[in-house]
């Protein structure tokens, strides 16, 4: 049966990570690499396991997939279907045939697959699980105006995309790196890219909403995080702090805040403070 399925692994000094995804996909595809600048040795790893390693476009707007970037990918594929995938997860044997049956049929055209993930070293209990379209055929997802993390917009029919079993043998497992200190600084470059994406789309701060979507964030974390422990605690409340900087990092947009107004502003009143000396 000819191959009908591409494997895309989008990466970046992934040395420590590439080569547990490849030997998981490169029996029952291809295995594309799209390299964001690596100076480690993704590269050489990734070839001497039969991938082919890809420079990525580059991309106006960090984190976040754009039109440019899927009209590339489907400029270097022969296949119908693509896994549009990350290095850090992991899908189980089901899964991986799952997929492989999926891209020889004519109905379905999106799978969405459960995600597990894993955070801060704990494998005994997941803190997270969701759903997200990293399945599909390649005329059937438009990624104009897309989102930071989203995967495109499907644009077939409700009854040709579907929803895998919520269960261990399908689902994808999500093994995410953190420690505070990788946390803070990866969020706070995600809270900068949505904040400017919602302020250029006319989206203002409101108090509410913030506090909404740190009470959501703590809810969505909170299902699955609660189970250990301590560290379940913390990192609900290091999601919830996550929403808390993207939007006040719209606030800061919105009344123009910037180090060296701050810096100006202190001035002027220094200044003031010190007339009184003369």
């Known amino acids: 049966m000819k191959n009908n399925l591409t494997f895309i692994l989008f990466a970046y000094n992934e040395e420590k990570r590439i080569s547990y995804v490849i030997k998981n996909f490169i029996k ?29 476009p580059e991309n106006k707007s960090p984190f976040m997939e754009t039109e440019e970037n899927f009209a590339f990918v489907k400029s270097i594929i ?7 995938g990350y290095t850090d997860n992991i899908a189980p044997k089901k899964l991986v045939e799952k997929m492989v049956e999926l891209s020889h049929q004519d109905d379905i055209k999106s799978d969405n ?5 894993y955070l801060w070293g ?7 699980k969701s759903y997200a379209p990293f399945l599909y055929h390649k005329d059937f997802v438009d990624f104009k105006n897309n989102h930071i993390h ?11 995309q579907i929803f895998l079993e919520d269960t261990e043998e399908y689902a994808l497992k999500h093994f995410s790196t953190y420690t505070l ?27 509410p909403k913030m506090l909404a979507a740190m009470l959501r964030y703590g809810y969505i974390y909170g ?14 409340l290091n999601y919830m702090v996550f929403r808390l900087m993207t939007y006040t990092r719209l606030y800061e947009l919105e009344n123009n805040i910037t180090l060296a107004g701050v810096e100006d502003t202190y001035s002027l009143k220094k200044e003031e403070i010190l007339k009184e000396f003369d």
Do not use: M
């Not at 040795?41 to 420079?55: C, D, M, Q």
């Not at 704990?122 to 997270?128: F, G, M, P, Q």
């Not at 989203?150 to 040709?160: A, D, E, P, V």
């Open 28 to 56: 029952y595809g291809e295995v594309f690499i799209l390299d964001g600048g690596s100076t480690d040795k993704t590269k050489e790893i990734a070839e001497s396991l039969g991938a082919k390693f890809f420079v990525r």
């Open 223 to 236: 299902k699955h995080s609660y189970k250990n422990g301590t560290l379940g605690i913390l990192i609900i």
């Open 113 to 117: 697959i459960p995600l597990y993930t």
């Open 78 to 84: 022969t296949t119908d279907w693509i896994y549009w």
């Open 181 to 207: 200190t990788k946390f803070i600084s990866g969020h706070l470059k995600y809270a900068e890219t949505e904040a400017l994406q919602k302020f250029e789309k006319g989206e203002r701060f409101s108090l």
């Open 122 to 128: 704990n494998t005994k209990e997941y803190a997270h």
């Open 150 to 160: 989203g995967l495109g917009k499907f644009i077939g029919t409700k009854n040709q």
